[in-house]
């Protein structure tokens, strides 16, 4: 099964999900965005260009022909989950958990502290237990 990390506790959702992807891409790794919610998705798009001019995070949709030479992935459809190696990090940007999770190696969840977004991270969390998947939260100590 697929470990799943929530970070909780951040001051601005998709600001710390430009944070964390651009410390992931520091790391080497690439990585996979979901959101099924295109103006959320176009959001983060937006901010990955802006949120820090000192950096560049390469980042296309799924669908854009340079997608395999790309380290970060925009998905929006669940289709695009599928064809993934068993080493693959996912960032959850939706409100639901991702359809077949359990091909990520990890998956990770940013929790703002508005309340419909807490409420529907322990839906998540709740669903992501109880398919058996290694849940942890960690409280985020740098506000974003």
Do not use: K
Request: glycine share 4%.
């Amino acid at each position: 099964m697929s470990r799943i990390d929530f970070a909780y506790g951040a001051t601005h959702r998709l600001r710390m999900a430009c944070r964390t992807t651009a410390r992931h891409i520091e790391a080497g790794h690439g990585l996979m965005v979901y959101c099924t919610d295109a103006r959320r998705l176009r959001r983060f798009d937006t901010l990955l260009w802006e949120f820090d001019p000192a950096s560049f995070i390469p980042h296309v949709p799924s669908t854009d022909p340079l997608a395999p030479l790309a380290p970060v992935l925009l998905v929006d459809e669940a289709s695009a989950l599928h064809d993934v190696d068993a080493s693959a990090w996912l960032l959850n940007l939706d409100l639901a958990c991702p359809p077949g999770v359990e091909r990520f190696a990890r998956v990770l969840e940013i929790v703002s502290g508005h309340e419909a977004d807490v409420q529907a991270a322990r839906a998540r969390w709740m669903a992501y237990q109880q398919a058996g998947h290694d849940v942890h939260g960690h409280r985020l100590s740098t506000q974003e």
